[in-house]
């Protein structure tokens, strides 16, 4: 079992930036590929970006590639997503998830355990 905690969201002007972070606690870290989903209302959650759980992979989705970055510090315990020049498409509830499996996944049935999400507005 492990548990996340997001945080870092906020309310930002379009073009620019925050980085949220994603604690976990539980059991080891480095067991988990890390993940970040987004929903925003009257929508699917979709994928966004992953880890490997050694940092030295990292899938993102098309619509944020280029301007989100994903890193991680297993000392911490901690994933991170950075996002710069902001849209206001991007506006939605952001999630950390953890998946047991070694490979990355971009689908949310492949993960096993979920932040309770942080709140990303970019006004226009």
């Known amino acids: 079992q492990v548990q996340l905690m997001e945080s870092g969201g906020g309310l930002v002007q379009a073009g620019g930036s925050l980085r949220l972070s994603c604690a976990a606690s539980g059991r080891t870290f480095t067991s988990y590929v890390m993940g970040w989903f987004r929903q925003a209302p009257g929508k699917e959650r979709e994928f966004v970006a992953a880890?490997?759980?050694?940092?030295?992979?990292?899938v993102y989705a098309n619509s944020v590639k280029g301007r989100f970055t994903i890193s991680r510090d297993n000392a911490k315990n901690t994933v991170y997503l950075q996002m710069n020049s902001l849209k206001p498409e991007d506006t939605a509830v952001y999630y950390c998830?953890?998946?047991?499996?070694?490979?990355?996944?971009?689908?949310?049935?492949?993960?096993?355990?979920w932040g309770q999400g942080t709140q990303v507005t970019v006004s226009s």
């Open positions: 998830a953890a998946r047991s499996s070694g490979n990355i996944a971009i689908t949310s049935r492949g993960y096993d355990y």
């Open positions: 880890i490997t759980w050694n940092g030295r992979s990292t």
